[in-house]
């Protein structure tokens, strides 16, 4: 059974900094990270191709950024200049090749508060 792991998730004061860590059981063709804040609908944070391409959030544009881990199964998401508005559950969800199936992790809480 496929497995996605997230990890790194914490308390961090307004204009911290935190990087979450994906790792999976599998070799990974592309990633893509959501978040879910309470009373809110899931949306989506930051997104990497197996080609290395990335799409990231406007609402979190220049201050996060996803990026591979030199090992083919771990992706990261660096988190800067964090708000309290970025405080939710983060999950990771990965693919082993183009188009299939989307295999997703428990998540991890991010807070963000003084």
């Known amino acids: 059974q496929e497995q996605v792991v997230e990890s790194g998730g914490g308390l961090v004061q307004p204009g911290g900094s935190l990087r979450l860590s994906c790792v999976t059981s599998?070799?990974?063709?592309?990633t893509t990270w959501y978040r879910q804040a309470p009373g809110k609908q899931r949306e989506l944070v930051a997104a990497?191709?197996?080609?290395?391409?990335?799409n990231t959030a406007d609402s979190v544009k220049g201050r996060f950024t996803i990026s591979r881990g030199s090992a083919k199964n771990t992706v990261y998401l660096q988190m800067n200049s964090l708000k309290p508005e970025d405080t939710a559950v983060y999950y990771c969800?990965?693919?082993?090749?183009?188009?299939?199936?989307?295999?997703w992790g428990q998540g991890t809480q991010v807070t963000v508060s003084s």
């Open positions: 599998f070799s990974i063709d592309s």
């Open positions: 969800t990965a693919r082993r090749y183009t188009g299939g199936l989307a295999y």
């Open positions: 990497i191709t197996s080609g290395g391409v990335t």
